[in-house]
């Protein structure tokens, strides 16, 4: 078993900046790609963003690209994503994910979610 934690969200400006965290505990960190998802009310889940076991590849939705950067500390076994820019579009509850295999793949752990809110 995974358990992951997020953290980080809050209530920001249009265009301000936020870092969510998510951390890992449990079985090895770096064998798993880990991604980003996020879900605005009334609306399906979406993919944010992906990064690779080592972190050498990474992976971003066209919304956010330029704006959000997903990085992770597998000496720390957690996960970032560093979001810049932020618009109205981005208030969502944001969601970690650990993936079975690689980016793309089977999702086997989530976590309980944070809130970003952007007001405009």
């Known amino acids: 078993q995974v358990q992951l934690v997020e953290s980080g969200g809050g209530l920001v400006q249009a265009g301000g900046s936020l870092r969510l965290s998510c951390a890992a505990s449990g079985r090895t960190f770096s064998n798993y790609a880990m991604g980003w998802f996020r879900q605005a009310p009334g609306k399906e889940r979406e993919f944010v963003a992906a990064i690779s076991r080592s972190g050498g590849s990474t992976y971003s939705a066209e919304s956010v690209k330029g704006r959000f950067t997903i990085y992770r500390d597998n000496a720390k076994n957690t996960v970032y994503l560093q979001m810049n820019s932020l618009k109205s579009v981005d208030t969502a509850v944001y969601y970690c994910?650990?993936?079975?295999?690689?980016?793309?793949?089977?999702?086997?752990?989530w976590g309980q979610g944070t809130q970003v809110t952007v007001s405009s």
């Open positions: 994910a650990a993936y079975r295999t690689a980016v793309g793949g089977t999702i086997d752990y």
